[in-house]
């Protein structure tokens, strides 16, 4: 369904972010993107929904090519394309609800957004999505009276109400506590079960990953290093990802906390 | 579907307003679209007049490309060269008094009279526009560059003492403790513990300041304090818009000249 | 090094020799061009008035006090126009400062080669020329009265206004417009949800603290004939009617003080 073909992303200053990455996600596959900072999760992210322009290459979301698209065609393809970042990127002085509803940006008019005119049927889809992750009561409250979980949980509804056909996660769990990660990650991977959406998650936490997904990506540097099922990440493929460390470690406590996310497991 | 949810969806959502009590809403609403209405009824504007007006002001523009350096250009080197003295003299002056009068006005540093006394200090010298000032002092010490170098040079001390002492009494309290603490005499206190904080400050706003005086200084010349505003006054009476316009376009320059200064000079000092 | 070896003992010094030497020919020059600057007043002032100016002063303050009080009957008028030009004003450059600042900042111009330019370029240029000389040109192009002043405090108002608010759109969190631009959001959107929410307490606390100052310029732009409190102040002083000029002084402070205190109220309920 997405479609990367010899991505590249080369920046002004020279540094080479992408190496011609080809990539396939079918419909429906939850995938996780881990690797080193500077690896280029973030850019090839960006470069999918042209937040970044892709040097060379391209990228096709089922049959239409999306780098080729001028920016009016753009805007409609990107509504097909969920985001949720890392510091929530919620806006901070507008109401949970009017954050949710900027989802539908996309969709609506420029004086009817303005206006806050939504059609009923996007304002009820915003009180069930609310309702979904339980923040329906705060739905009036400005946005940075929320705390970090809360918020994240707003920023995936904005995403979601888009109706997407893929979303795209930048470091979902990057500055939130342990336990409220997990939450969130469950929340994500969850929702796209529920609606049979595809995803790519980059994530620092190979742990988390592999709890979660059912398929991992390793970059090193703007190169694709590894591609397959969480279950064959050895020390070994970590080592050629990250460089050299102990490793163990870190895959022995997924498999210890296994059981803590049985819903998780497939 | 909890009932929560069920009592929501299909109402409509309106964004909560942000003046919650509703008749003040209004009131505030239709108060200010009242006071538009009377305002705009009370302008007398003469459209003919305005119209007639239109010619010169393309001509204004017009000289704006053609601005006339020459044909005055002693008035216009004298005038500008008095007001650069004015301005370089009272800003000497009056950052040299602000200082002190700053440190009075800071209340972690002076005892609560001083600190009165200054604060009026402060007070009267920002409650006076500059150019009353001015006619002031130009009636009491006659026409001349003095009147406009005091003026300037009290409104300098309102300016920078103000926002200086508001910096000193935001400073760091235990840097200046532990001067304190050695056994400093108050001078070395306010040389060791309290200078260094404020001083990038001092100097920005000092060089903000010298900005600020040379604009002023360019219209005191209208009510007969020195400067170029005198010049500047002649040209338009006349309608010479050229010379206008090669004053203003020096003005301009100067001001952009002292901004960039400034800027570069913040820079190194932070 | 600023350790100096002075005949076999370590000297600190704060400053090495060619810095110590550099400054003190820096403060040279400093005073050397002040005395200058000074000299040149000295000389262009008549020193018998200064010599006689508290008697002056004295005879004046006699002259002045008490206040002429009636004559607060013909003050109201002027004191409405004064406070129209203030308002309005500001809420034309309001207006107008918007576009620029947008057309000005770096993250939001069409163009940063040839559009912001002539967005800095206007800023500067309404900047740097006081709202008495733009009152002063205005009224030898559409003539005397309180238009030439709203528009005069207008133009004045625009490149404070707009510099302000072109500093706090480059200080927005791009991330924020980030989110909104990957929901398809228009331009006009992305404005509007990602930047304009960011701006609003910047753009308010600017129309209080302009307000504020163009209340005070507004009381003296009569002096050149642009409508208000200072078309009578003008007058009084051409007839040397010092009562009634301390009446308006009187009058130009309580504006001040209590245009000081809504601002401050107003701040402080926005904040």
Redesign the interface.
């Known amino acids: 369904m997405l479609r990367l073909e010899k991505l590249t992303k080369t920046y002004k200053t020279g540094d080479q972010a992408l190496k011609a990455v080809d990539l396939v996600v079918p419909e429906g596959q939850v995938l996780a993107l881990i690797g080193p900072s500077g690896a280029g999760k973030s850019t090839l992210i960006r470069c999918i929904n042209r937040l970044v322009e892709p040097t060379s290459g391209k990228v096709y979301l089922g049959d239409v090519e999306l780098t080729g698209l001028s920016s009016g065609s753009l805007r409609r393809e990107r509504r097909r394309m969920g985001m949720i970042f890392q510091e929530y990127a919620l806006v901070e002085r507008l109401s949970v609800m009017e954050n949710v509803l900027s989802g539908r940006l996309g969709y609506v008019g420029f004086w009817r957004s303005f206006l806050r005119k939504y059609p009923q049927a996007d304002v009820d889809e915003a009180f069930r999505l609310l309702d979904r992750v339980g923040l329906l009561a705060m739905a009036d409250k400005r946005a940075d009276e929320l705390s970090g979980g809360q918020r994240q949980r707003v920023g995936i509804c904005r995403a979601l109400i888009q109706n997407p056909a893929l979303l795209l996660v930048d470091e979902p769990t990057a500055s939130l506590d342990p336990k409220t990660s997990r939450q969130i990650m469950r929340l994500v991977c969850e929702l796209c079960k529920e609606r049979g959406l595809a995803a790519i998650i980059n994530i620092h936490d190979v742990a988390l990953a592999q709890m979660f997904v059912q398929r991992v990506i390793g970059l090193r540097a703007g190169a694709v290093e590894f591609d397959g099922p969480p279950d064959t990440l050895t020390p070994d493929v970590l080592t050629t990802i990250y460089g050299a460390e102990d490793w163990e470690a870190t895959i022995d406590k997924v498999e210890d906390e296994d059981d803590d996310a049985p819903e998780a497991a497939e | 579907m909890s009932t929560e949810l069920e009592a929501l969806v299909g109402k409509r959502w309106k964004k909560p307003p942000f003046v919650r009590r509703g008749w003040l809403r209004w009131a505030l609403l239709f108060g200010f679209a009242a006071y538009l209405v009377a305002a705009f009824l009370t302008i007398e504007i003469n459209w003919a007049r305005v119209y007639e007006g239109l010619e010169r002001g393309k001509q204004f523009v017009l000289a704006f490309t053609s601005p006339d350096f020459t044909s005055r250009s002693v008035d216009i080197w004298d005038g500008m060269l008095e007001s650069v003295i004015m301005t370089v003299a009272a800003s000497v002056v009056g950052i040299a008094i602000s200082i002190p009068i700053a440190l009075g006005a800071a209340r972690n540093i002076a005892p609560l009279p001083v600190y009165l006394i200054c604060r009026s200090i402060i007070a009267v010298s920002r409650a006076l526009q500059e150019i009353i000032v001015a006619i002031l002092l130009v009636a009491i010490f006659g026409f001349g560059p003095l009147a406009g170098f005091l003026t300037l040079s009290f409104a300098t001390i309102g300016f920078l003492s103000k926002l200086l002492a508001e910096d000193i009494e935001s400073m760091d309290k235990v840097q200046a403790e532990a001067i304190k603490a050695s056994g400093a005499k108050w001078t070395q206190w306010i040389n060791y513990g309290v200078q260094p904080q404020v001083m990038p400050r001092l100097i920005g706003l000092s060089m903000y300041r010298i900005d600020i005086n040379f604009r002023e200084s360019a219209i005191l010349g209208l009510v007969g304090a020195g400067g170029i505003g005198a010049t500047l006054n002649t040209a338009f009476d006349r309608y010479e818009y050229d010379t206008a316009a090669a004053i203003l376009l020096i003005i301009i320059g100067v001001v952009m000249a002292l901004e960039y200064l400034s800027g570069v000079i913040r820079e190194r000092v932070q | 090094m600023p350790v100096r070896d002075i005949s076999g003992r370590q000297v600190w010094k704060r400053r090495t020799g060619r810095e110590s030497l550099f400054h003190w020919v820096l403060w040279l020059i ?1 005073i050397a ?2 005395a ?3 000299q ?3 000389e ?3 020193w018998f ?2 010599w006689d ?1 508290p008697r ?2 004295g005879d ?1 303050w006699d002259r002045a006090t008490p206040p002429k009080w009636e004559y607060i009957t013909q003050l109201g008028e002027p004191i ?2 004064t ?2 030009i203030a ?2 004003g500001t809420l034309i450059a309001l207006l107008l400062a918007v576009p620029v600042a947008f057309l000005a900042a770096r993250n939001t111009t069409p163009s940063r080669l040839f559009i912001r330019p002539i967005a800095l370029l206007i800023i ?2 309404t ?4 709202s ?2 733009w009152a ?2 205005l009224i ?4 005397p ?3 030439a002043g ?1 528009v005069a405090i207008a133009i004045r108002s625009v490149g404070f206004c707009a510099k302000l608010l072109y500093e706090a759109i480059e200080e927005i ?1 791009s ?2 417009v ?9 331009r ?2 992305v404005m ?3 930047i304009l ?2 701006i ?2 910047a753009f308010a606390g600017i129309a209080v603290f302009r307000w504020d100052i163009n209340i ?2 507004s ?2 732009l009569g ?2 004939g642009a409508g208000g409190i200072g078309l009578q ?1 003008s007058a009084s ?1 051409n007839v040397l009617a010092w009562p009634q000029v301390a009446l308006i ?1 009187l009058v ?2 309580m504006a ?2 209590i245009s000081e205190w809504v601002s401050a109220k107003v701040r402080g309920a926005i904040i």
């Open positions: 400093g061009i002040f200058y600057c000074w040149q007043i000295s262009a002032t008549t008035f200064v100016a002056i002063a004046i409405w126009d406070l129209n308002t309005l500067v240029s900047r740097s020329i006081n008495l000389i002063l040109l030898a192009i559409i003539g009265g309180v238009f709203v969190d991330t924020q980030e989110a909104i631009t990957a929901t398809g959001a228009s006009w959107q509007a949800y990602g929410p960011q609003m307490p005070r310029e009381t003296v002096l050149v102040l002083l002084l130009i402070l001040v003080v």
